[in-house]
């Protein structure tokens, strides 16, 4: 009877039944290692991020438990830069497919299709050689310039003769190539011109060279470059698809003939649409299925999205803000000034310049023009008042210098004995003006510092907002299994 049961049920039944037996069985192969702002982490994911980023070669190596509370944080900007919606951005779209594409596009070609595009290049070099092969052969030259005058064209013409009568009494071809040739790139090499086939060369030469046989010279005759002899050395058709292969293919590989087939194929699968998808959309359900396939590239494509993502908010709300904000630096300075005044109290710093002149006569001035002005302002007060023309009076070096920094201040201002100091080349005086400070005056004088720790403080503040807008939640017990589950 109980058989009897089952047979009757619908089929529909059934099929729920095999998919919930289904979906429970994927659940325990990759099951949920946290929940994070209500999207639900499978342990496969974790582990993923969790490898690539602790590897061996990783200074500050994290355990399982200190990743966590990073993986959390990751995961919660992201939700937040999708709630702000900057995955819609026509910038972030456009970046993000270059970065997909990258990793979509090569699996639209297979080791088949390359050999394909390989024996089509062979093909189409057989066909350009054509029926006479190719010639291997060696020349001697004597140039006759276009508008040579008939003087000229006539001491050529001797010349070669010369050669050609040397060459019949037994002169070594190669030895009198190096010596008298006029064409440079081959007269070095004994006259060799390597293998050439028909259309590479002036139709003048072609005639001659493949009107001879190996081991046979010609007459001289004239072509628009001057007088020639050649020597044939070889001739032969050329080899096999399978003696070329490899240099075809290392050739293909060079020339990124994998982005030439790739593209084909989208626009192969978009024509055939009949005009229902676009390249986009081709190239998007290829991502689909491969992700579908493969996990790693699953969690690489996401990671790309995900990363894009996470670099335009944390810019947005930290990086870029806080060194943007000129009046929150300068507060954050204020707010904490005894720490930078302690990095300053045993090395304190020269915050002017050491400047270089032709005549004494600039010394005062210089120090004069900037003696009421800003800091920030010295350089193009300088530039204005003496170096406004084409005249170069000044040469300076302005900034924020400690003890090491600069070999003129070392010895002007923190008198260190015994420093060696080359003058500048035309600017013989030297001179320095600013002041000495143990403690920063402002943030300017601390501004990268500042600035990353003012970044620090963005950054800690949003995380424990955002901790505190999204709820999230780790499985313990799915926790431990990390890299530890084996074939469960």
Same mark, same amino acid.
């Given at each position: 009877?109980?058989?009897? &049961?089952?047979?009757?049920?619908?089929?529909?039944?059934?099929?729920?039944?095999?998919?919930?037996?289904? @979906?429970?069985?994927?659940?325990?192969?990759?099951?949920?290692?946290?929940?994070?702002?209500?999207?639900?982490?499978?342990?496969?994911?974790?582990?993923?991020?969790?490898?690539?980023?602790?590897?061996?070669?990783?200074?500050?190596?994290?355990?399982? $438990? *200190?990743?966590?509370?990073?993986?959390?944080?990751?995961?919660?900007? &992201?939700?937040?830069?999708?709630?702000?919606?900057?995955?819609?951005?026509?910038?972030?779209? $456009? /970046?993000?497919?270059?970065?997909?594409?990258?990793?979509?596009?090569?699996?639209?070609?297979?080791?088949?299709?390359?050999?394909?595009?390989?024996?089509?290049?062979?093909?189409?070099? &057989?066909?350009?050689?054509?029926?006479?092969?190719?010639?291997?052969?060696?020349?001697?030259?004597?140039?006759?310039?276009?508008?040579?005058?008939?003087?000229?064209?006539?001491?050529?013409?001797?010349?070669?003769?010369?050669?050609?009568?040397?060459?019949?009494?037994?002169?070594?071809?190669?030895?009198?190539?190096?010596?008298?040739?006029?064409?440079?790139?081959?007269?070095?090499?004994?006259?060799?011109?390597?293998?050439?086939?028909?259309?590479?060369?002036?139709?003048?030469?072609?005639?001659?060279?493949?009107?001879?046989?190996?081991?046979?010279?010609?007459?001289?005759?004239?072509?628009?470059?001057?007088?020639?002899?050649?020597?044939?050395?070889?001739?032969?058709?050329?080899?096999?698809?399978?003696?070329?292969?490899?240099?075809?293919?290392?050739?293909?590989?060079?020339?990124?003939?994998?982005?030439?087939?790739?593209?084909?194929?989208?626009?192969?699968?978009?024509?055939?649409?009949?005009?229902?998808?676009?390249? *986009?959309?081709?190239?998007?359900?290829?991502?689909?299925?491969?992700?579908?396939?493969?996990? *790693?590239?699953?969690?690489?494509?996401?990671?790309?999205?995900?990363?894009?993502?996470?670099? /335009?908010?944390?810019?947005?709300?930290?990086?870029?803000?806080?060194?943007?904000?000129? *009046?929150?630096?300068?507060?954050?300075?204020?707010?904490?000034?005894?720490?930078?005044?302690?990095?300053?109290?045993?090395?304190?710093?020269?915050?002017?310049?050491?400047?270089?002149?032709?005549?004494?006569?600039?010394?005062?001035?210089?120090?004069?023009?900037?003696?009421?002005?800003?800091?920030?302002?010295?350089? /193009?007060?300088?530039?204005?008042?003496?170096?406004?023309?084409?005249?170069?009076?000044?040469?300076?070096?302005?900034?924020?210098?400690?003890?090491?920094?600069?070999?003129?201040?070392?010895?002007?201002?923190?008198?260190?004995?015994?420093?060696?100091?080359?003058?500048?080349?035309?600017?013989?005086?030297?001179?320095?003006?600013?002041?000495?400070?143990?403690?920063? /005056?402002?943030?300017?004088?601390?501004?990268?510092? &500042?600035?990353?720790?003012?970044?620090?403080?963005?950054?800690?503040?949003?995380?424990?907002?955002?901790?505190?807008?999204?709820?999230?939640?780790?499985?313990?017990?799915?926790?431990?299994?990390?890299?530890?589950?084996? @074939?469960?």
């Amino acid at each position: 009877m109980r058989n009897m &049961v089952v047979m009757n049920k619908p089929r529909g039944f059934l099929f729920i039944i095999f998919s919930l037996l289904f @979906s429970h069985a994927v659940a325990q192969t990759d099951p949920i290692v946290m929940t994070v702002a209500g999207v639900p982490v499978p342990r496969s994911e974790f582990e993923y991020s969790y490898n690539k980023n602790n590897t061996d070669g990783v200074i500050d190596k994290k355990t399982v $438990e *200190e990743y966590v509370d990073l993986f959390v944080n990751y995961k919660l900007k &992201v939700q937040a830069a999708l709630d702000a919606r900057l995955d819609t951005t026509k910038a972030f779209k $456009e /970046e993000f497919a270059q970065y997909r594409d990258q990793q979509v596009l090569p699996t639209f070609v297979t080791d088949d299709d390359l050999m394909a595009e390989a024996h089509k290049v062979y093909d189409q070099t &057989v066909k350009s050689i054509g029926p006479d092969g190719l010639v291997s052969a060696a020349h001697i030259l004597m140039l006759v310039k276009q508008k040579a005058t008939q003087a000229e064209q006539d001491e050529a013409k001797r010349r070669i003769d010369s050669v050609y009568t040397a060459l019949q009494a037994g002169a070594d071809f190669e030895e009198l190539a190096k010596k008298v040739s006029q064409d440079p790139g081959s007269a070095r090499r004994g006259g060799m011109l390597g293998w050439f086939s028909r259309n590479q060369m002036v139709k003048e030469f072609e005639d001659e060279a493949f009107a001879l046989q190996p081991n046979q010279m010609s007459k001289p005759f004239l072509s628009p470059f001057g007088w020639h002899i050649i020597l044939v050395k070889e001739r032969k058709q050329l080899e096999p698809f399978d003696f070329h292969k490899e240099s075809i293919l290392r050739y293909l590989e060079q020339r990124n003939a994998r982005d030439h087939i790739s593209a084909e194929k989208v626009n192969a699968l978009v024509k055939a649409s009949d005009g229902t998808l676009t390249r *986009e959309q081709v190239i998007e359900r290829r991502a689909d299925s491969l992700s579908a396939a493969d996990m *790693e590239m699953r969690y690489l494509i996401k990671e790309y999205h995900d990363g894009l993502l996470l670099y /335009e908010i944390s810019n947005r709300t930290v990086w870029e803000k806080a060194a943007k904000d000129e *009046e929150g630096l300068a507060s954050y300075f204020k707010k904490n000034k005894k720490r930078y005044k302690d990095e300053w109290k045993d090395n304190p710093r020269f915050k002017g310049m050491v400047y270089h002149v032709k005549d004494e006569c600039y010394i005062k001035p210089v120090a004069k023009c900037v003696k009421k002005l800003k800091f920030a302002d010295w350089n /193009e007060a300088l530039r204005k008042t003496f170096n406004g023309d084409s005249i170069i009076r000044i040469r300076v070096e302005k900034g924020l210098f400690k003890k090491g920094d600069n070999k003129f201040i070392d010895r002007e201002v923190f008198k260190v004995a015994d420093v060696q100091v080359d003058s500048v080349k035309g600017y013989p005086i030297d001179a320095t003006y600013g002041k000495l400070l143990k403690k920063p /005056e402002d943030y300017t004088d601390v501004r990268v510092q &500042v600035t990353a720790d003012l970044q620090d403080e963005l950054e800690r503040l949003w995380v424990a907002d955002l901790r505190k807008r999204y709820s999230f939640s780790v499985n313990e017990e799915v926790l431990r299994t990390v890299n530890n589950h084996g @074939s469960k």
